[in-house]
T-cell receptor, first 119, second 112 residues
Framework: DAGVIQSPRHEVTEMGQEVTLRCKPISGHDYLFWYRQTMMRGLELLIY????????DSGMPEDRFSAKMPNASFSTLKIQPSEPRDSAVYFC?????????????????FGQGTRLTVV | AQSVTQLGSHVSVSEGALVLLRCNYSSSVPPYLFWYVQYPNQGLQLLLK??????LVKGINGFEAEFKKSETSFHLTKPSAHMSDAAEYFC??????????FGPGTRLSVLP
């Protein structure tokens, strides 16, 4: 497997524009996570899905943020409208449910991230 | 609630010296614990993991960590630092088999 694939790697957009980040998890993984990383706040969990269903979105900062997982192989994180304070690196990660692995191989696998700059 | 703390946001060592990065956790159930490394402009990469088997866990690049239940610790060590070890290191805990709780990270600098 090619690992978790995120696109684009870099995105520069103007304030007020809509931004869509994309993620393809590792095939067969049950969980998908979206994280945001900034110097000030470190690594923050935004939302995670289990079997395509959002489980916890309490980390989503505002209604401007939304995430979907229409199928097991694709997820999007959308920001509309974008603001300069949204500038960060956004990571997608996926993992296997412990129930399938007996406890082994439950780590999260991360994508390379999308560096978002809102000007 | 589950939590992870990492003592020292920045650690500097000389090349060839011992690396010790500290991680303490809080968990009401037996935890699964992980160390990740992040190089500049890269994603997080798994270094090693503890999943209730051996308490001394060996990982990639010569790193190892010891799970100590009595101290609720999972410190990361490497006997001899190399320049290529300079990176950000994150300790993480498996949150009841669902999501992951990450520590704030420790930036390791290796001085020549």
């Amino acid at each position: 497997d090619a690992g978790v694939i995120q696109s684009p790697r870099h995105e520069v957009t103007e304030m007020g524009q809509e931004v869509t980040l994309r993620c393809k998890p590792i095939s067969g993984h049950d969980y998908l996570f979206w994280y945001r990383q900034t110097m000030m706040r470190g690594l923050e969990l935004l939302i995670y899905f289990n079997n395509n269903v959002p489980i916890d979105d309490s980390g989503m900062p505002e209604d401007r943020f939304s995430a979907k997982m229409p199928n097991a192989s694709f997820s999007t994180l959308k920001i509309q409208p974008s603001e300069p304070r949204d500038s960060a690196v956004y990571f997608c990660a996926s993992s296997l449910a412990r129930v399938w692995t007996g406890g082994e191989d439950t780590e999260a696998f991360f994508g390379q991230g999308t560096r978002l700059t809102v000007v | 609630a589950q939590s992870v703390t990492q003592l020292g946001s920045h650690v500097s060592v000389s090349e060839g010296a011992l690396v010790l990065l500290r991680c303490n956790y809080s968990s009401s159930v037996p935890p699964y614990l992980f160390w990740y490394v992040q190089y500049p402009n890269q994603g997080l990469q798994l270094l090693l993991k503890y999943t209730s088997a051996a308490t001394l866990v060996k990982g990639i690049n010569g790193f190892e960590a010891e799970f100590k239940k009595s101290e609720t610790s999972f410190h990361l060590t490497k006997p001899s630092a190399h320049m290529s070890d300079a990176a950000e290191y994150f300790c993480a805990l498996d949150n009841y088999g669902q999501n992951f709780v990450f520590g704030p990270g420790t930036r390791l600098s290796v001085l020549p």
